[in-house]
């Protein structure tokens, strides 16, 4: 689902590419440092690491570098995602329909990172049934070459699963921008403790779990 169509990609597909594009070389730094400190804290957890059985941090959340390198994975799982079979995402296909409904507008209803939240917020009925995110995930670990499914090289595919971790964050801190633009003035007191909730059910959620367990 995630290689690119030789025969051209769906116009609703490329207009989702084209603003994840934009997003991230011009909007998904900004929207990370305008969350909260103490919310970008919580999503840096999933960024430390474990030295000598003790928690290293890392502070708080902030958009690595590397940029074209992230740009490609978005793309990879943006493909997927609008291709895999699920009406998880069909609302976002819906709204970009329009011809009327150009990058601009992309941007400003916040498209990408609303799809990257519904994507690590997913939460399946049953047990026995696997995020949209974490088959995307499962399908970044096997190559198929002259016909022939292989494995890929462990290095790789964990790089690979650090940047779609990094992305799913991402979209987070643009979903959570997002609240602060549409919050009404008697709301915005409560705007902090409504973002911890939402970043505390990411991190309790299956997608991140399953991906990154801490």
Same mark, same amino acid.
């Given at each position: 689902y995630s290689k690119p169509d030789?025969?051209?990609?769906?116009p609703v597909l490329v207009?989702?590419?084209e603003a994840g594009t934009l997003w991230l070389n011009n909007y998904a730094a900004p929207h990370i440092a305008n969350v909260s400190a103490n919310v970008r /804290?919580?999503?840096?957890?999933?960024?430390?690491?474990?030295?000598? @059985?003790a928690v290293v941090s890392t502070g708080t959340f902030?958009?690595?570098?590397?940029?074209?390198r992230l740009i490609?994975?978005? +793309? /990879?799982l943006l493909r997927f995602l609008f291709r895999y079979p699920t009406v998880l995402f069909q609302k976002y296909k819906k709204e970009v329909e329009s011809p009327a409904f150009d990058l601009k507008c992309m941007i400003e209803h916040a498209i990408v990172p609303r799809i990257l939240?519904?994507?690590?917020?997913?939460?399946?009925?049953t047990h026995g049934e696997l995020p949209v995110a974490c088959r995307y995930a499962l399908s970044r670990g096997f190559t198929f070459k002259k016909e022939k499914l292989t494995m890929n090289e462990c @290095?790789?595919?964990? /790089?690979?699963?650090?940047?779609?971790? +990094?992305?799913l964050r991402a979209g987070v801190c643009g979903y959570l921008v997002t609240l602060?633009?549409?919050n009404t003035p008697d709301s915005t007191g409560h705007l902090s403790s409504e973002e911890m909730e939402i970043v505390r059910a990411v991190q309790n959620g299956r997608v991140t779990n399953l991906l990154a367990p801490y």
């Open positions: 030789p025969l051209g990609e769906d207009k989702w590419m /804290s919580r999503l840096a957890e999933f960024e430390q690491k474990e030295l000598d @059985g902030v958009l690595r570098r590397g940029i074209p490609s994975e978005l +793309h /990879s939240y519904t994507a690590v917020s997913e939460e399946p009925l @290095g790789w595919f964990s /790089s690979r699963i650090s940047a779609l971790m +990094h992305l602060s633009l549409t």
